[in-house]
C-alpha cells in the first residue's frame, strides 16, 4: 500500500540512480503520450476534473501505456489521498483495513482514490466488497485492468465505473518518449535511422518497455558505433507478442483471421494466422476454424475448399511443426481466394428452424417403405414415382409433410459453382411446375 508520491524530480535531471521509466514517469497529465482522448485539451478525464466531478473508473488497456501514472496524477490533481493495491499480492484483510482508513479520513473531510492494479484478479466476492464503499463515496475507485472488463468484471461493479480505453503507444508516442530519454541522458542513443524503427517495433506499442530497452542501449560505451537493425536485434531480447491463448486477444486474432478471409483478403489472413503463430497458438485450433469456414462462408460455391481444409489438416498432423504451418498457409490462401456463399449455412438454419416448429409431421405415405403386408394396407408407398424412370430423372413429387407448405431453405448464391447449382435447381423448378399444373388440369 502506498500513500501520496512524494513530487517527481525534474523530467530532464541528468545523474538519477532511479530507473529511466521511474525519472520520466509524467508530472502532470499534460506529459501521459498517447492517451490524448483521455488527457488532451478535450479529453474525458480533463473534463472531468474541470467539472469536479472525479467518478470511479475502470483504465482498461494494454501493458506500458500510463495506468498507474494517470491514476497517481488524478489523485494529484482531485486533492485526493493515493492509496495504491495489487489484486495479486492483497486480499480481503487488506481491503478491509484500506476501507477503514478511508472511512476515517472521510471524516477530515479528505477522500481517497484507491487504484488497484490488475483488479480482475479480485475473485467475484472480493469485487462485491467494493460496492458499498464505491456507492457512499468513501474511496473513488481507480481500478485497472489488461482484460475486457465485460467478461472480467462483475455486472454490480461495472455499473458503478465509468471504463476508460488506454490505447497502445503509436510510433508517434514512442518517439516522444525516446526523445525525453535521450534529453534525460544527455546523449542520443546508438542507433541507426533504421534500428530506431526496429527499437519502436519490439516495444509494441509498451512505453516502459521501451524505456528499458533505451536504459540498455545508454549502458554501451559512449564511442559506441551506430547499431543497425541486425545488431539492435541481436543486443536486445524481443518482446514477446501480446497473445493469450486463452482470453480476450485469442478470440480477436482468430476474428480477424475469420473476417479477412470472408472479406477476400488472402494477405490480410495470412497475417493475422502468422500473428496467432508468433502468439503461440497451437496450429490445430487454427486449422479447426479453418474447416468452419470452409463449410460456412465457402460452402458449394466451391465444394473443393472443404477438401482443401482437410488435408491441411491430415499434412499438420504428418508433419507438425513448422513443416506442417506451411499447409495450413496454403489453405489460408486457398479460402481466401475461394468464392464465398452462406447458402448452405443460412438453409440448414432455416431448415432446422422449420423442424423445431413444425414438431412430429409424419413424411407423405407416398416416400414410405412399406415391407410388412399391413402397411401396404395402410398405402405406405403408394403412388411413388421412381426418378429414374421419369424424362431427365425427376418425378418432381412432394417430399414434405402433407401439413406442411414446401419450403425453399437453399438459395444458392450467383458466384463460384453455386452459380451452376442455381441453374440446376431453377430448371428443376419449372419442371416441378409443369407437373403439378398437368396434375390439376390446368
Not at 477522500?111 to 457512499?136: K, S
Not at 525525453?180 to 546523449?187: K, S
Not at 470472408?262 to 486449422?287: C, F, T, V
Amino acid at each position: 500500500m502506498s500513500r501520496k508520491p512524494a513530487p517527481a524530480a525534474s523530467l530532464f535531471q541528468p545523474g538519477q540512480t532511479a530507473p529511466l521509466a521511474d525519472r520520466l514517469r509524467p508530472r502532470a497529465l499534460g506529459e501521459v503520450v498517447g492517451q490524448d482522448h483521455l488527457v488532451g485539451l478535450a479529453g474525458s478525464l480533463t473534463r472531468m476534473l474541470a467539472r469536479g466531478s472525479l467518478a470511479s473508473l475502470i483504465l482498461w488497456g494494454p501493458p506500458g501505456v500510463g495506468k498507474t501514472t494517470i491514476a497517481r496524477l488524478l489523485a494529484e490533481r482531485a486533492g485526493l489521498e493515493f492509496v495504491q493495491l495489487s489484486a495479486v499480492f492483497s486480499g480481503v484483510a487488506d481491503l478491509k483495513k484500506t476501507f477503514e482508513q478511508a472511512a476515517l479520513l472521510r471524516q477530515t473531510g479528505q477522500g481517497t482514490l484507491l487504484f488497484v492494479d490488475e483488479i480482475h484478479r479480485f475473485n467475484r466476492a472480493q469485487q462485491d466488497g467494493f460496492l458499498p464503499v464505491v456507492e457512499n463515496g468513501t474511496i473513488t475507485l481507480v481500478g485497472a485492468t489488461t482484460e475486457n472488463p465485460s467478461f472480467a468484471l462483475n455486472g454490480a461493479l461495472l455499473s458503478r465505473c465509468q471504463v476508460l480505453v488506454l490505447r497502445r503507444l503509436d510510433d508517434r508516442a514512442l518517439d516522444l518518449l525516446l526523445e525525453r530519454a535521450e534529453a534525460d541522458l544527455g546523449q542520443p542513443l546508438p542507433l541507426q535511422p533504421e534500428a530506431r524503427a526496429v527499437l519502436r517495433a519490439m516495444a509494441d506499442g509498451d512505453g516502459r518497455y521501451l524505456l528499458n530497452m533505451a536504459e540498455q542501449l545508454a549502458a554501451l560505451p559512449p564511442d559506441h558505433p551506430p547499431l543497425d537493425p541486425s545488431a539492435l536485434s541481436g543486443l536486445l531480447a524481443k518482446r514477446a507478442a501480446l497473445y493469450d491463448k486463452d482470453r480476450e486477444e485469442h478470440y480477436n486474432l482468430i476474428s480477424a483471421l475469420h473476417k479477412s478471409l470472408r472479406g477476400s483478403d488472402p494477405d490480410a489472413a495470412l497475417y493475422w494466422y502468422s500473428r496467432m503463430l508468433a502468439g503461440g497458438e497451437d496450429p490445430r485450433y487454427i486449422i479447426r476454424r479453418l474447416t468452419r469456414f470452409a463449410v460456412e462462408d465457402i460452402g458449394l460455391a466451391d465444394p473443393n475448399a472443404l477438401t482443401q481444409a482437410l488435408a491441411a489438416w491430415e499434412a499438420y498432423e504428418r508433419l507438425g511443426s513448422p513443416e506442417g504451418d506451411l499447409a495450413i498457409a496454403q489453405a489460408v490462401l486457398y479460402l481466401g481466394t475461394a468464392p464465398k456463399s452462406n447458402a448452405a449455412y443460412a438453409a440448414f438454419g432455416e431448415a432446422q428452424r422449420a423442424a423445431r416448429a413444425t414438431g412430429s409431421l409424419v413424411p407423405p405415405a407416398h416416400i414410405l417403405n412399406a415391407p410388412t403386408a399391413l402397411m401396404k394396407q395402410l398405402g405406405y408407398g403408394s403412388g411413388y414415382a421412381y426418378d429414374h424412370d421419369a424424362p431427365d430423372a425427376f418425378s418432381g413429387q412432394n417430399y414434405f409433410p402433407g401439413e406442411m407448405p414446401r419450403g425453399n431453405f437453399y438459395r444458392p448464391a450467383e458466384r463460384g459453382f453455386e452459380r451452376e447449382i442455381g441453374k440446376r435447381l431453377d430448371y428443376w423448378a419449372k419442371l416441378r411446375a409443369a407437373r403439378a399444373a398437368k396434375e390439376s388440369g390446368t
